[in-house]
């Protein structure tokens, strides 16, 4: 199943960001260094009674920074309309009914979109009495709450999900890869596709966005089949004109989530943007295999690029991508295309690469022996298994959890890259008290397939058949080195 988009539009300051991060649960940056990046994340992967969805926060998009406000807002309802599911209009009790907020409450009511009118700062009962008058806005029943006290936002969830329904899911085989070619607009995405494919498929031009709706390609090469997703233009509405990039992003989120694999692909004119930090961050919360393809590489000489200057761009920008492959080609001229899909196809293998258990215990033996973390408490690592692939899962069973320290986690996972590979694909470790353990782990799952719970199977580390169980890791090694 694909996720359902809602998004949040209003005027500024009345809380939009305040709400986001009430529904994702979380504030986190992307990056720094780019402009425009420091910013809460625009999107966020939530799940309300079992089901999941995408939320975005329009007023983090990026949309044409020289407008006036009144434009912005204009835009990124019309972004709404164009992409969300469902949309909640969010108000500010205390500024009572405005004329943009009516203006804006039309605009989506003629949309036919499922809209929530929610009241936000009401904070107590007299201004949740001074929420009535908002019905006489052209929209149904408003509803009443305060994302920074996080009251009624059950009730705005039910109404809100009330009528969305999950996408069916698309078509596929075991042995097809979905892969998604995502990026910014005019950065070769279609010219990509039609290299991959070897010949014309999509409208080419260099205005941003006129790839029509995609339509998925199969391809074959070497013996393997790949699913090629392009990434959609925009189904422009009238005149619209700005905020363009903006609708590509949110087409690219749907292409994300069905991928197994994601191309992002950027411009060596132009490197990274805001826009490739939000998508690169979607890709990595959303746990999917990731190839940083460096498009238009033929113009490498005319910039004066070098190979390097790419990498250190992305190693300082991009620093939790630290585990994607990188590829320079052009699609234009064909150079280093053919590196693509045999690059994806090792980084979906990743994601289901299952390890022996002894193996990987003696691996984090090796590890723990060869830099012992510098904390001021002991902690015991007792036991660690490979619950889950899609993404791979590594659970290390702790005597206390909160004293692992993030460098150690990032340790653990360097140890891991180092030892079996997983190119291309995020790790996700998680520290515990206990294990769940079964009978020995299945055999990885294909696409799609995600296994359920903490499990897995316990073999003792090789030499050592009390296992980890009595290992104190600070007292592992005489080493004293930090990572």
């Known amino acids: ?147 920074y006290h996080a009251t009624g936002i059950e009730m705005l969830m039910e109404r809100v999900t009330a009528g969305l329904t999950p996408s069916p899911a698309f078509p596929s085989e075991p042995d097809i890869m979905r892969t998604a070619i995502v990026g910014h607009p005019n950065v070769g995405k279609s010219m990509l596709m039609n290299a991959l494919l070897g010949h014309e498929r999509s409208i080419v031009s260099e205005l941003p966005g006129t790839t029509r709706d995609s339509i998925d390609t199969i391809v074959e090469r070497d013996g393997r089949r790949a699913l090629l997703i392009d990434t959609a233009g925009i189904r422009r509405r009238g005149q619209i004109h700005r905020g363009i990039e903006t609708y590509s992003v949110m087409r690219a989120l749907r292409s994300i989530d069905r991928a197994d694999v994601c191309l992002l692909v950027l411009d060596a004119s132009d490197m990274l943007t805001a826009q490739d930090a939000h998508i690169a961050g979607y890709i990595r919360d959303a746990y999917k295999g990731i190839l940083l393809v460096v498009n238009k590489w033929d113009l490498a000489d005319e910039l004066g690029l070098t190979k390097k200057d790419g990498v250190l761009e992305v190693e300082r920008n991009l620093k939790f991508l630290h585990y994607a492959p990188m590829l320079f080609v052009s699609a234009k001229t064909g150079f280093g295309v053919s590196q693509i899909l045999p690059a ?53 069973a702790v005597n206390n959890p909160a004293l692992v320290h993030f460098s150690y986690r990032r340790y653990l996972e360097n140890s891991l890259r180092d030892a079996f590979g997983f190119t291309g694909t995020p790790l996700r470790l998680i520290f515990k008290k206990k294990l769940v353990t079964t009978q020995a782990c299945p055999p990885a799952a294909g696409p799609g397939v995600q296994s359920s719970g903490v499990q897995g199977s316990r073999v003792p580390l090789r030499g050592h058949p009390e296992g980890l169980e009595n290992v104190n890791i600070n007292q592992a090694s005489t080493s004293s080195a930090q990572v």
């Not at 215990?361 to 090796?366: S, Y």
Request: charged share 30%.
């Open 1 to 147: 199943m694909t996720k359902s988009i809602i998004a949040i539009v209003g005027r500024p300051n009345v809380g939009k960001s305040t709400l986001f991060n009430r529904l994702a649960g979380e504030r986190r940056a992307i990056t720094d260094d780019i402009p425009g990046t420091t910013r809460d994340r625009a999107y966020a992967n939530i799940t309300w009674l079992g089901q999941d969805y995408t939320l975005v926060d329009t007023g983090g998009l990026e949309i044409s920074p020289d407008s006036p406000i009144g434009e912005k807002v204009k835009e990124q309802v019309e972004i709404a309309i164009e992409e969300a599911d469902a949309i909640i209009m969010l108000v500010d009790v205390k500024d009572g009914v405005t004329i943009p907020d009516k203006e804006i409450a039309e605009t989506l009511r003629r949309s036919n979109k499922p809209v929530v009118l929610a009241v936000n700062k009401c904070d107590n009962d007299e201004r949740t009495r001074q929420a009535f008058e908002f019905h006489e806005m052209p929209l149904d029943q408003p509803i009443t709450i305060s994302a």
């Open 344 to 396: 994806a196809d090792e980084i979906n293998q990743a994601r289901t690469k299952r390890l022996d258990p002894a193996e990987l215990r003696d691996m984090v033996k090796r590890a723990i022996e060869r830099h012992p973390p510098m904390t001021k408490r002991h902690f015991h690592l007792r036991d660690v298994i490979q619950p889950e692939v899609l993404p791979p899962t590594f659970v290390f």
